[in-house]
């Protein structure tokens, strides 16, 4: 007879309990690894009151720059007759515009207000408006595709 019996040759543990074990061990180092990167792509130092200040500074003479050239005339080349005025006025005098091509008239500067322009300052000439496209029922331009598109549509 034998020293051994069939029972000893199970695994006293199931099988179960292995699979969870390794679910766990998984975890356990994903989970190390992200403390890890964590722990060694986190800022060295903290920034101190000195730095806050001196971004607080460059800020504020940031946004006043940005202030005055979006709130007053200055000249950008007086050689070639560039300026830049306020965007109010630029944003007016290009309604007008606007306005005058919609309704198929001159440009009326006199609606613009350049009393607060300074020396020497002379508005830009008016833009004569675009083209318009050919009314319906008269002859397209020489040249343009329409009377190959009509030829193609009557066959």
């Keep these: 007879m034998s020293d051994h019996d069939e029972?000893?040759?199970?695994p006293t543990l199931p099988r179960w309990f292995f699979s969870a074990a390794g679910v766990l061990g998984s975890i356990v180092i994903i989970?190390?690894?992200?403390g890890i990167?964590?722990?060694?792509?986190r800022p060295k130092e903290v920034v101190d009151a000195e730095v806050v200040a001196n971004r607080k500074r460059i800020l504020a003479d940031v946004q006043a720059s940005q202030a005055d050239l979006y709130n007053n005339?200055?000249?950008?080349?007086?050689n070639k007759?560039?300026?830049r005025i306020p965007v109010k006025e630029a944003v007016a005098i290009e309604a007008a515009k606007l306005d005058a091509a919609t309704r198929g008239q001159p440009e009326a500067p006199a609606r613009l207000s350049l009393?607060?322009?300074?020396?020497?300052?002379?508005?830009?000439?008016?833009?004569?408006?675009?083209?318009?496209?050919?009314?319906?029922?008269?002859?397209p331009a020489a040249g343009s595709a329409a009377p190959a598109a009509a030829s193609a549509s009557a066959r």
């Design 115 to 139: 009393a607060a322009s300074p020396a020497g300052f002379t508005p830009p000439a008016p833009v004569p408006p675009a083209a318009t496209a050919p009314a319906a029922g008269t002859a």
């Design 7 to 10: 029972t000893s040759r199970k």
């Design 73 to 78: 005339y200055s000249v950008v080349d007086k």
């Design 31 to 34: 989970m190390a690894v992200l």
């Design 81 to 83: 007759n560039i300026f």
């Design 37 to 41: 990167a964590y722990y060694t792509s």
